[in-house]
Structures are given as C-alpha cells and as structure tokens.
T-cell receptor, first 113, second 111 residues
Framework: AQSVTQPDIHITVSEGASLELRCNYSYGATPYLFWYVQSPGQGLQLLLKYFSGDTLVQGIKGFEAEFKRSQSSFNLRKPSVHWSDAAEYFCAVVPNTGNQFYFGTGTSLTVIP | DAGVIQSPRHEVTEMGQEVTLRCKPISGHDYLFWYRQTMMRGLELLIYFNNNVPIDDSGMPEDRFSAKMPNASFSTLKIQPSEPRDSAVYFC?????????FGPGTRLTVL
C-alpha cells in the first residue's frame, strides 16, 4: 500500500542546534515530494518541493531537504533552529501518475531556549 | 494574489444545525481540495474537484457531508445535520497541478 511515514511524532531541540525531520514513502516510482509547515492556528505553508533534478532542494526560512531514492526518503534539515521554527511539519507525496496529495501524520517541533 | 480564502474562520454551532463552510481558491487554479484536521486522525482529504467537477469524494465521512463547486471561484462544504464529532479544522486548498496552497482553515465546534 502507498504510504508516507514520519517516524517522529515530536522532537525537541535547543535554539541554534541543527534539525533533521524524517520522511519515508512507499511508492512504485519516484513521486513528487513536499514539506509543509503549520504554525499554531494557521494553515499549511509550503516550505519546499522536489520534482526532479538536483536531489538537494532549498526552501524558505533556511530549510533544505534531500531526496534519497535508495532509502525512499525526503528528510528536512536546518543547520540552526530559531525559536520561531516551533510548529508542526508535514511531509506530503503526490504519485507522479495523479494529483492527490498523501500527507504524513506530522512531526511537532518544540524549540527550547 | 490574496491566496486561498476561507470563511468563516471560526464557527460554533449546536448539534443538529446545518453548517456551511466557504472557500475561494486562487484565481487560475483548476483543482480544489477540502481537508479535515483533527488530533486523532490528522489531516484527511474529504473531496477534490477538477474544473469544478468532483473527482474523488471517497473521503467524505457520510451522507451528512456534501460539497459543491458551482464555479471556478467558489466552493462550499456543507454538514447537515452537524454532530459533535464533526468538530475539527477544515482546510481548503487549491492547485494548478503540482503544488497545493492552503487556506487558513475554519475551526468548527459543534456543541
């Protein structure tokens, strides 16, 4: 079955520390891949996306993500976290044969001073 | 562009009442999606439209839920009658094919 997995329900990091949020998918072919962020009480905002080409993609707010075909992963990273990065992060996948988004269950990020 | 617009932002109603949520997609987008978000179930796709035509409504929980898109700039999600378990945040998103852009959501509370 097709699925998107975010193994970490909740992560806590110190401000200034590096961050990596994990995302794995299971599809037959390389899908389109997305990361969204949701601040409390807000809608989902697109951070970055990967369709093809360079496997390291840059997004807004200093985030980047790397697509690794061999691991079926699309992990989100940030070298130095800011307190304002505290939010819920969703990985999403669109099979390249369709239009429907499949979202992971989300990772809640807490940033401590 | 103003982005995806949803109204109302908050709705509190009593069980049994009809609720109508509204969405205005980004101009030029030909896909529109309705999602529901709860703590227990996360983000669920309810239904999506392409060129105003419903394509997949398999996520609509039951017959109490209905969605329409009478034109390219407006969609509604209706719940009749509403129940407490319908309490959630309902998001609308629009797309021109590859990336979805979300509205701010409607927080629905059914007492």
């Amino acid at each position: 079955a097709q699925s998107v997995t975010q193994p970490d329900i909740h992560i806590t990091v110190s401000e200034g520390a590096s961050l990596e949020l994990r995302c794995n998918y299971s599809y037959g072919a390389t899908p389109y891949l997305f990361w969204y962020v949701q601040s409390p009480g807000q809608g989902l905002q697109l951070l970055l996306k990967y369709f093809s080409g360079d496997t390291l993609v840059q997004g807004i707010k200093g985030f980047e993500a790397e697509f690794k075909r061999s691991q079926s992963s699309f992990n989100l990273r940030k070298p130095s976290v800011h307190w304002s990065d505290a939010a819920e992060y969703f990985c999403a996948v669109v099979p390249n044969t369709g239009n429907q988004f499949y979202f992971g269950t989300g990772t809640s990020l807490t940033v401590i001073p | 562009d103003a982005g995806v617009i949803q109204s109302p932002r908050h709705e509190v109603t009593e069980m049994g009442q009809e609720v109508t949520l509204r969405c205005k997609p980004i101009s030029g987008h030909d896909y529109l999606f309705w999602y529901r978000q709860t703590m227990m179930r996360g983000l669920e796709l309810l239904i999506y439209f392409n060129n105003n035509v419903p394509i997949d409504d398999s996520g609509m929980p039951e017959d109490r839920f209905s969605a329409k898109m009478p034109n390219a700039s407006f969609s509604t999600l209706k719940i009749q009658p509403s129940e407490p378990r319908d309490s959630a945040v309902y998001f609308c998103a629009s797309s021109s094919g590859d990336t979805q852009y979300f509205g701010p959501g409607t927080r629905l509370t059914v007492l």
